[in-house]
Structures are given as C-alpha cells and as structure tokens.
C-alpha cells in the first residue's frame, strides 16, 4: 500500500476496535503528521479516502470527527422449524416483470445486476479486440472447440494458482459467461423431476434454471455472516435425494454472505461424503475488500465433485460474455453438452481477453475497481444509516457490489419496487430471491450500477419511500 492508504488502513482499524469511537475527533494533520512522519499532503490523501468512505466527516474550522456507527447488521438467519421441504419452482413470471420495468436508461438502477461500464477499461480492452483480430489465426476459430481458447485457458489457470487453489488444465472449458457454464454445470448432473439444493435468499437466475429443467428446489438458508446453513444442508441430504447443490461461497448475491475457509471445506467434505456434485458460482471473488482474495470450496476439493463458475463479466469485460468453468471429474459432460448447444464462445472475445490478461494490467485494474466498490458501499450504508427507519437492517459484505435490506416487518417489497419506479429509481425485491416467493420486506440494492452521485440522492429518495409504505 501506498503510505497514505497505509495510515487511513490504520486509523480504520482504530475505528473498528473502538479505539476511535463516534464523534470524536481523529488527530489533526498537524498532529499525524508528526506521529507517523509523513508530510501533510499524505496525511490529507488518508483523511479523503476515510472521509469518501464514510468513516470520518470534517467540520469547518473544527477539523476530522470519526462518524456514527452503521446501522446494525442483518443477524444470523433462523433455522427452519420442521423438515426441509422441497418446492416446485415458479419464479420466472416475476423476475421477467421486475427486470422488465428497469430498462429505461433514465432510471437509476439501483435494481441492476451489474457494475457500471464506466468502472471498466472499455478503451483498453478494446485494443486487445483490434490486435485479436488482426492478428488470429484462422484455424484458431475451430482448433480448440469446445473447450476453449488454449491461451485464455492458460490464463484462468495461472488465476486459480494466484487463488492458491489447484486446477487441471484440462477440466477448464470457456463458455459463453457463467450463467451458460453454470447451466451446462447443472444439466450434466441432473434430469427433470431431480432435487437441487439451492441458498435461501438465492440468485434468481439459479432459481429460473430449475424451473426450465423442470427440477425442485430445496431451500438452504443463508447466514449473511457465514453463507449456507451446512447443518440444515445436512438434514435435506438425509431427507431427499439431492443431486446437485448451487452455492456462491464467495460475496453471495443478493447477501453479499461469505464463507470462511473452515466452512468451505466442510461444506466439500459433507457434499464428497455424499458423493453430490457442487456447483459453485463464484463470479464475485475478486472483488474483495480485504487484503487477500477469499479462496473457493473448489480450493478443498480432491474428488472432482466441485464444478467451479467463473466470468469476466463482472470484473473486466461486461458485454464480451466469456466465462469458464473448472469442472472436475464432470469435465467431460460439460464439454459435451457444450459441443450439443452454443459450441463456443466468441472467438476473437477470448482472444482479446487473453490479451488484456498478459498485457493489460488486470490487477492494477482490480485494485482499482475494488476500490471504488468499497468507496461506494460506504456512501450506501452512511445513507442508509442516515436516513431509513431505525429498525431497517443491513448486510455488511466485504465485497460484491450488493447490499441486502431487511425493511421493517409488513413492508411490500413489491409495492416499494413500484414506488421507486414511480421516482426513476430500480430496486430488486426479496420475492424474485426466493422458490417460494419470501422475503417480502427485504429488496437488494447495487451500489457498483449507478453513478456514484446518484447514489445518495436516490437512497434519500428510497428512505422517504420507506418511511411511507
């Protein structure tokens, strides 16, 4: 870190512990100055990266103060009373008219599933596509189908060794972004009728891949501190014959939950012992806040029985829809299945990505784009602290780009939606997040979509709504 991101690093940590407590005031750049032997400007760059992620306020005249604690945090999820049930799903009606009514390019799209194109290297990126196709080779649109591009190959899997975790190159097969990888994923190990563990809050999209495969869900609840309940996980394996569980360990969507490692390998161990495949969707992981990218269940695995999702989209390349997955000893279903329907991604996309990979700067680019996500999501939750009702609660992921409210108990999330539409503002409300339609006063919020000065308007916006319903 540079010496201005190492002293704002500190004096959060101050503010974390308690050290620094609410309203009290932060020493003055003169003071920390001195104390940490750095010149005034460093101590200045500190105190507007604290102040942009709303750990810290200035007052005229009157120098830095620490702000008020963030609201508190959604609490550990309830274990369901009674068995696990299974449940028909019935959802894509829903999700079609919510994302339905938030096209309109004026609208601030706080409802969105994905970051803005502003935060990516568009232009550079856009180099690697011209010199991928000037310089392709022409047998290299039909040498590695399905698979993929080798040299993109080589690159997700120097990216799984940066992740600390181990991959047989021959397991990656490139697909068109990672909701196709995790399709093909769930079509290899599954046949209409057959039993899917799936999170509760989950992915919608998940949620609409069973309903067109014609398979029943089973609902695991999500801990917004620690991901899936594996004791409940456990229960539903006893009780019905699962053949498949769709889990993001890493920055779920819509909680943000994340598992530890300790619980990530557990996890792999249950689902081994049970010989039932896990699809991890992990299309989140490094666009982590901390210091080092959290590893995937796929880390823990030394069976094959975990197919890991992958894409670009989310942090480089939106629009170019290339993704991957790492599929274990189902490798060759996937390949398959692939070769059955869309045979491969786009070509000169892989190329180009492959591209930026080796030449581009990628993780200057990460660091980069994880910050501006977490400055982001500081302006959210000092907004939210600030203006919504007292009792609304809120997650606290430490990466992603999505937050997840719990409103106060009898709020219509669905109404809220229509309201907010009202105002040129999307929301996404808990009900698209569920095969049995619950979480009727939650929505989630993307704070990665809009420009960042529309954020705090639009949550002004939303806590007047909020307070009306």
């Given at each position: 870190m540079k010496r201005y991101e190492q002293l704002a690093h500190d004096i959060a940590e101050m503010i974390k512990s308690g050290v620094l407590v609410p309203g009290e005031r932060v020493p003055s750049v003169r003071h920390a100055s001195r104390t940490y032997g750095v010149s005034a400007a460093t101590v200045y760059q500190a105190y507007y990266l604290l102040e942009n992620r709303g750990l810290i306020r200035s007052r005229p005249r009157s120098g830095y103060f620490v702000c008020s604690q963030p609201r508190q945090s959604l609490p550990s999820v309830q274990r369901p009373s009674g068995s696990v049930a299974s449940t028909v799903v019935d959802v894509s009606e829903l999700v079609f008219t919510v994302l339905g009514s938030v096209r309109d390019p004026g609208i601030v799209p706080l409802g969105s599933a994905f970051p803005s194109p502003a935060l990516f290297p568009m232009q550079r990126l856009s180099k690697s596509l011209t010199k991928a196709t000037r310089q392709m080779d022409p047998d290299a649109t039909v040498a590695h189908l399905p698979a993929g591009s080798l040299d993109l190959r080589r690159q997700i899997a120097q990216r799984y060794s940066i992740a600390r975790t181990h991959v047989d190159f021959d397991e990656l097969v490139v697909t068109s972004g990672a909701l196709e990888a995790l399709n093909l994923c769930l079509q290899a190990v599954t046949g209409p009728g057959d039993y899917v563990a799936v999170e509760s809050p989950a992915f919608y999209a998940s949620l609409q891949a069973l309903?067109?495969?014609?398979?029943?869900?089973?609902?695991?609840?999500?801990?917004?501190?620690?991901?899936?309940?594996?004791?409940?996980?456990?229960?539903?394996?006893?009780?019905?014959?699962?053949?498949?569980?769709?889990?993001?360990?890493?920055?779920?969507?819509?909680?943000?939950?994340?598992?530890?490692?300790?619980?990530?390998?557990?996890?792999?161990?249950?689902?081994?012992?049970?010989?039932?495949?896990?699809?991890?969707?992990?299309?989140?992981?490094e666009l982590y806040f901390g210091s080092e990218q959290p590893r995937p269940a796929k880390a823990f695995d030394t069976d094959g029985y975990v197919m890991h999702c992958g894409s670009f989209s989310k942090n480089l390349a939106p629009g170019y829809r290339v993704g991957w997955v790492a599929a274990g000893r189902y490798a060759r279903q996937v390949e398959r299945l692939r070769l059955m329907t869309t045979l491969s991604a786009s070509t000169p996309a892989q190329i180009a990505i492959a591209d930026y990979l080796q030449f581009g700067g990628f993780d200057r680019h990460l660091r980069?784009?994880?910050?501006?996500?977490?400055?982001?999501?500081?302006?959210?939750?000092?907004?939210?602290?600030?203006?919504?009702?007292?009792?609304?609660?809120?997650?606290?992921?430490e990466g992603g780009y999505f937050l997840w409210l719990e409103l106060p108990t009898g709020t219509d999330s669905l109404e809220f939606l229509k309201r907010a539409l009202a105002q040129n503002i999307s929301i996404a409300p808990g009900p698209i997040f569920s095969a049995k339609r619950a979480f009727g006063n939650?929505?989630?919020?993307?704070?990665?979509?809009?420009?960042?000065?529309?954020?705090?308007?639009?949550?002004?916006?939303?806590?007047?709504?909020a307070h009306c319903i």
């Open positions: 309903e067109r495969l014609n398979l029943k869900a089973v609902e695991i609840p999500v801990d917004p501190d620690g991901g899936a309940d594996l004791q409940v996980l456990q229960e539903a394996l006893a009780r019905h014959p699962i053949k498949a569980c769709w889990f993001m360990t890493s920055f779920q969507n819509p909680t943000g939950a994340s598992m530890p490692d300790e619980k990530k390998s557990a996890l792999v161990e249950i689902l081994t012992k049970n010989q039932v495949p896990l699809i991890e969707d992990d299309v989140y992981s980069k784009l994880r910050h501006q996500l977490e400055v982001r999501q500081n302006v959210m939750r000092v907004a939210i602290d600030q203006y919504f009702p007292d009792t609304t609660r809120v997650s606290r992921p939650c929505i989630r919020l993307n704070y990665g979509a809009p420009a960042e000065a529309a954020l705090v308007p639009a949550i002004k916006e939303l806590s007047r709504i």
